[in-house]
């Protein structure tokens, strides 16, 4: 069929819609058409019915390029606040200190102007001119570590950026690939209208985007043309079209696992 053809497809993830970083694998065909009525779209079912047949789309190798780009990134938290602070306590250490040395060589000055005795005072302005430079060193450390935490976060931000341009073509390229996988499906779904209960082939139109007939009736044909390994769960509306129909389940969805839940009471 057109724009599909029939090897595996290597695109089996979703991108993340809720902000988080991991990127978010595709649904299986036995999610998406696992339980009927079903949850999504006509166009995400058919394609969900083509990959259950081995059919990918032509943009699938850009896909597991996409992907495999994303997986690749990885950003890791950066702590500008802890910098900063270490930065404002050195230099806050650094004033402590040279007013310290200041009252001390300014006692000295003092001390010896009176001939008072000078070698505690000049003991302490040592001691204190020696905690000054390792302030001012620690200061210096400080500061280099706050451009390197800096850098980091510009990083940081530019891998951010990069992650949510790449999720958008990953988004925009499994858009075109329902569109082309639903679109290679569509006569056949046309087909299976026919067979299944309140299906209409005349209201099929040209394309996925142009149905305009019963859902139900549109999910049950995506199950007909579908291969699915796994059990198909009828609920409610399809569990009554089937069992009003009088005919096999397993016939008319060509799947050998059909199981009925709340056909009677509407659930």
Known sequence: MTGARSTQSGSNREDSEDGSDAVRRSPAPGEVLGRLPADAGLRRQLAAAARSRGRTASVAGEIADIEAELAGIEVEPVDLTAARRRVAEATGEIERLKERVAALRGDARARRAVDAETDETLDDLEAAAAELSAAQTEAIAA??????????????????????????????????????????????????????????????????GAYDGDPVAASLAAVRTAALDGPVELRGSAARRIEESGRSPRSLLRTADVRFRGARDGR
Request: charged share 40%; hydrophobic share 35%.
């Open 143 to 208: 500061e280099q570590a706050l451009e390197r935490a800096r850098a980091e976060a510009a990083r940081a931000r530019d891998e951010r950026r990069r992650r949510l341009r790449l999720r958008d073509r990953l988004r925009n390229r499994r858009g075109v690939a329902r569109r082309e996988l639903a679109e290679a499906m569509y006569p056949e779904f046309r087909r299976a209208l026919a067979v299944v209960p309140s299906g209409d082939p005349s209201a099929a139109g040209t394309g996925p």
